[in-house]
Every structure is written in C-alpha cells, then in structure tokens.
C-alpha cells in the first residue's frame, strides 16, 4: 500500500506562504485522487483541497483563490501552495489518497502522518 509523507510545515506571519509536500513510497499514479484536509484539536478533518491524476481538481470554498493544488507524478508528489495565510488557516494539514475526490474524511483510505502549520497575527 502506498505511504504518504508531509512536509513543509511551519510557522509563518498572517499574510505569508508556505508550501506543503507530500511524498508517496510507491506510485502517486496508484491513486486517483490525492487531497488535503486540516484538523484542529477537537474538531473534525475539514476539506481543504484535492487533485485527480486526470488534473480535475476541488477546492474549500475558505481557500479557493488562495491556495493551489498541484501534483508532479514523477517524483510521485503532491503540493500545496499556500498564500495569504490568516491564523484561521492554523491546523494539522494531512494528506490523503483514494479513489476519487470526496469532502468526506471517511472516504478516503491512505492518511499521512501530518504536519503543522501555525499562522502567527
């Protein structure tokens, strides 16, 4: 089964960029869909942003026109590029692999470990 592994966490000021990372042990191309979700402690996953190999790609109407999804099958990774960062954007981003693009956490079968990024005002 494939493994995902995050990267490009950190802290930032409100109004910077980061960019996020996520490396596949095997074949990205085994999953149709790659996304990212974000958790904060006592809440559930929220959708944040998700990518078919066909290039067809849904974001969270809280990101949309300022972060960008994007996958290079080659090196087997996924990023996402994150600009205007407000402290709301604050969480555990993870990423996560299925067969399809869904809103649901529950749908997807392969999760990262995570990684944190503090938005700091």
């Known amino acids: 089964q494939v493994q995902l592994v995050e990267s490009g966490g950190g802290l930032v000021q409100a109004g910077g960029s980061l960019r996020l990372s996520c490396a596949a042990s095997g074949s990205i191309l085994t999953l149709r869909a790659v996304g990212w979700f974000r958790q904060v402690p006592g809440e559930d996953r929220e959708f944040v942003a998700a990518i078919r190999g066909s290039g067809v790609i849904a974001y969270a109407d809280s990101v949309k026109d300022r972060f960008i999804i994007s996958r290079d099958n080659a090196k087997n990774t996924v990023y996402l590029q994150m600009s205007s960062l407000n402290p709301e954007d604050t969480a555990v981003y993870l990423c996560?692999?299925?067969?399809?693009?869904?809103?649901?956490?529950?749908?997807?079968?392969?999760w990262g470990q995570g990684t944190q990024v503090t938005v700091s005002s």
């Open positions: 996560t692999g299925g067969d399809g693009i869904y809103r649901s956490p529950a749908l997807y079968g392969v």
